[in-house]
């Protein structure tokens, strides 16, 4: 019953919250850029969960586990899709070493940051001080453009070239940032117990996952690509690609790996392989913001605030994040003689932190249940809402810059 | 990699990708599911496996000229517990919530898919034939059991008393018709015309009539197993007003879809897919609430309140066309899973129990169906070959009457056992039977059309 009552508000949430702030009302920037992204639903689901109503309790949030997998999946799939190699070839590949270097020195800079505070500061078992870092640095490493979308077109006028390199960083680096979130469902699979270097159970683990999910991936890609191969209108379509979200995710949560991960592959091959590639993503996009919102409500419903110290904290995470993202920027223009014409400033544009890094703490909540989890993701999601302070101001000062 | 194929090796990619399939399943059954999130991902997977499955089947079969729904329900028998168990009654049951929502989906179309403007231009022959159907097939089984259910071993030890509620309300059962079915089928055959558009209008308006019929037979049949004590004619007015505050909510929830449409208008299948759901729940919630907490049986029936906003929403708004075009968009994946579900359920263990009872029930059904269309077409003046043939499209029978059963039973629990066991043994036979008889007649009758495309 209260499954039920939790699954209908949230639906019902969902869509009135997508109609309207999705709207083009008209407020200060932070405040639009707050309310564009849904942040409001992080405190909606926060409202639901055990700490207030307590409408989606844990067990709630259990039952709707099936569910979770499918938004996750949606996600996955939609952000597979966004790699398209012919498109991307399109830009010089230097954009795309900057894109992997910037996302990888933000992650080793936070990953670095958070280990030692954990190392040093909490008592938590050894392998989840490195998930928590691992899983910290990799929701940091991805950037959104959602910041860069807002800003009015005359303001860009002059400075096309800076703002595209912008847009193709925040595109890109979410890949960094997945596939090391991919390395902890290899080394520290869900319902792990022990960890060790000393001896080769880590190599034995790591390939087992490794057939295991290569061939749950093969397989399905398998069918996919025999089913896209035939002569479809849109009723047989929809049905092939819900199919296809539903049952990529299954197979992922019973071979313990992540519906994200495993949709991202599969819409990743499909882009690239697909004639019914625009299609599909079309079908896919038209419920990418209810399915958005709905992940932010189940985060919101798992969110821990804790203490002052979780502030703190997440304050320390956000900076450490600016940091790594400034620091990034910086040396990608200097590094390369062709980005020497963008500012130093470069990183102050890569702030903003999006949907997929809340995508994988969601689905990182999913697979590793639990009270350090909870405090993790409680601690990340505080740091979402100071990066949308942050990113609001620091566009400003990259603008004056240029 | 993205060749289209003829329509030959189409086959053997199909039976490559189910072949495929087949293999993750076998896999997965062998894995070990010890956590929550991956007793999740075996209900997303099993739903995934039968979308897929079903969707695989229908291709192959439709060669041989198979209904698409008969293969779903082919599929889900398959799939389901009494053939290989890889749907077991425990994942049935955990699938149901979305079973749910598929019928009120269903149940939104086929209020959709009644104008008003038809309605009026065909109402003798609708009318006739809901008339003379309900009469002629009710007449027909209460006389069948009534005359023969002491031949049967299933029937054999009831009492007279006993027999004849069970007459009643069996009688009542076989009037209920399938419009999830018939939808389904003409969505697929594309047809249009006169005696589509009869058939329709008679299933669906049927599918409303045939719960005040129930509750009527209901009272009646509580009258005859209390020793014929007075009807109870507060049970009448119950029912009346619940169906009245049904039909509202229905008309109430249609004017919101409406505003919705004008106002906003994007992502309307998946809102409507949200307010099929809520109303599935909703009303069940409320239902169970009224009566723990205030001892009030209150039943607001889903189907109903779907059926009333879709008919409010084409009738008394100009969004009647989009609404419809919303709920297409969705329609493959909802029948899809509504009718392997369907056929994962089918009650074999029944069917074997009782299945001389459930053939000679379904035939009498049949006849009873044959008498009523034949009437009806010949005073509307319809021509004779459809006069003949008509009775094809009004086998069809599920949800509503497996849900009537087992609300009796509920009510009866003495003969409750026996009523079940023989609705569901001959909604097995019809289910399977009645969308070939369908397409069949859609074709003889000429408003079938080919399809572009899938």
């Not at chain 2, 898919?113 to 003798?124: G, Y």
Request: aromatic share 14%; net charge positive.
């Amino acid at each position: 019953m209260k499954i039920i009552l939790a699954f209908i508000i949230i639906i019902f949430l969902a869509f009135s919250g997508y109609h309207l702030t999705f709207r083009g009302y008209r407020l200060p920037v932070f405040a639009h850029k707050f309310y564009l992204t849904g942040t409001e639903f992080l405190f909606l689901g926060l409202l639901l969960g055990p700490q207030f109503l307590n409408l989606m309790d844990h067990k709630t949030s259990q039952g709707l586990e099936t569910l979770s997998a499918l938004l996750l999946g949606w996600i996955g799939l939609l952000f597979g899709f966004q790699f398209e190699v012919a498109k991307l070839v399109r830009f010089p590949f230097e954009f795309f070493l900057a894109a992997v270097f910037e996302s990888l020195l933000t992650f080793v800079f936070v990953f670095l940051g958070i280990f030692l505070i954990l190392w040093q500061f909490i008592y938590i078992s050894a392998p989840m001080k490195i998930i928590a870092s691992l899983i910290l640095a990799a929701a940091a490493a991805c950037t959104s453009q959602t910041g860069l979308a807002l800003l009015a077109p005359a303001k860009i006028v002059g400075r096309k070239e800076t703002f595209m390199l912008l847009r193709y960083i925040s595109s890109m680096d979410g890949l960094i940032a997945l596939l090391i979130f991919c390395l902890i469902f290899f080394f520290y699979p869900p319902g792990f117990s022990h960890f060790s270097w000393s001896n080769f159970s880590w190599l034995e683990n790591f390939l087992s996952v490794l057939f295991l999910n290569l061939g749950a991936v093969v397989g399905i890609i398998l069918i996919y690509t025999i089913l896209l191969s035939q002569r479809l209108n849109e009723n047989n379509l929809t049905a092939i690609v819900i199919a296809m979200a539903v049952l990529s995710s299954g197979i992922a949560l019973i071979i313990n790996f992540s519906p994200l991960l495993a949709n991202f592959f599969l819409g990743f091959c499909l882009v690239n392989t697909s004639k019914k590639k625009e299609r599909i993503f079309n079908m896919l996009i038209k419920i990418e913001k209810p399915v958005y919102l709905l992940i932010l409500v189940f985060l919101g419903a798992g969110w821990n605030i804790g203490s002052g110290w979780f502030f703190l904290f997440a304050a320390g995470y956000s900076i450490l994040r600016f940091s790594g993202k400034f620091l990034g920027g910086f040396i990608i223009t200097r590094l390369s003689h062709g980005f020497k014409t963008h500012p130093r400033t470069l990183g102050l544009g890569l702030i903003d932190s999006g949907g997929l890094p809340l995508a994988i703490l969601f689905d990182f909540q999913m697979r590793f249940p639990g009270e350090v989890t909870s405090q993790i993701i409680g601690l990340a999601l505080i740091a979402v809402i100071y990066n949308d302070f942050l990113s609001t101001i620091s566009i400003r000062w990259l603008l004056k810059k240029i | 990699m993205n060749i289209i194929y003829p329509p030959k090796k189409n086959i053997t990619n199909y039976l490559l990708t189910l072949c495929v399939l087949i293999f993750f399943a076998l896999v997965i059954k062998f894995l070990k599911i010890e956590t929550s999130c991956q007793d999740a991902g075996l209900v997303n997977f099993s739903l995934g496996f039968i979308l897929l499955v079903s969707y695989i089947t229908s291709k192959i079969l439709k060669l041989a000229g198979l209904p698409l729904i008969s293969s779903y329900i082919l599929t889900g028998i398959a799939a389901g517990p009494y053939v290989s168990g890889f749907l077991d009654s425990n994942m049935i049951e955990r699938l149901r919530l979305i079973d749910d929502l598929a019928l009120n989906f269903i149940a939104l179309t086929a209020g959709g898919a009644l104008h008003i403007k038809f309605l009026r231009a065909r109402f003798k022959a609708i009318a006739l034939n809901i008339a003379l159907n309900t009469v002629v097939v009710f007449l027909m089984v209460f006389c069948f059991v009534i005359f023969s259910g002491s031949s049967f071993n299933l029937t054999r030890n009831l009492s007279a008393v006993e027999l004849t509620a069970i007459a009643v309300l069996l009688g009542v059962i076989a009037i209920a018709r399938s419009p999830s079915s018939a939808i389904a089928i003409i969505s697929e055959c594309n047809a249009s015309g006169p005696f589509t558009e009869t058939v329709l209008g008679v299933t669906v308006a049927i599918d409303v009539l045939i719960i005040i019929f129930f509750t009527f037979a209901m009272t009646v049949a509580k009258t005859i197993m209390a020793g014929g004590q007075i009807i109870d004619y507060q049970a009448f007015a119950a029912l009346s007003l619940e169906m009245a505050v049904s039909l509202i909510i229905g008309a109430i929830i249609g004017k919101g879809i409406a505003v919705y449409i004008e106002r906003a208008g994007h992502d309307l299948a998946l809102f409507l897919l949200a307010i099929a759901f809520g109303v599935a729940k909703a009303s069940i919630s409320l239902s169970a609430y009224m009566e723990n907490h205030f001892d009030i049986s209150l039943h607001i029936e889903p189907l109903l309140i779907c059926m009333s906003a879709g008919f409010t929403v084409q009738n008394f708004s100009k969004a009647g066309n989009f609404f419809m075009e919303s709920l297409e968009r969705f329609a493959m994946p909802i029948y899809l899973i509504f009718f392997s579900l369907a056929g994962a359920s089918l009650n074999f263990e029944a069917l074997i129990m009782c299945w001389s009872f459930a053939l000679c029930f379904a035939i009498v059904r049949g006849m009873g169906i044959f008498g009523g269309t034949w009437l009806a077409g010949t005073i509307s003046g319809y021509p004779a070959a459809y006069n003949r043939h008509a009775w094809m499209a009004y086998l069809t029978q599920a949800g509503v009457a497996i849900g009537l059963a087992q609300l009796a039973q509920r009510q009866f629990p003495e003969i409750g056992v026996y009523l079940s066991t023989i609705v569901l043994a001959v909604i097995s036979l019809n289910q399977i039977v009645g969308p070939v008889t369908f397409k069949f007649f859609l074709n003889i009758a000429g408003e079938a059309k080919k399809k572009t495309g899938g």
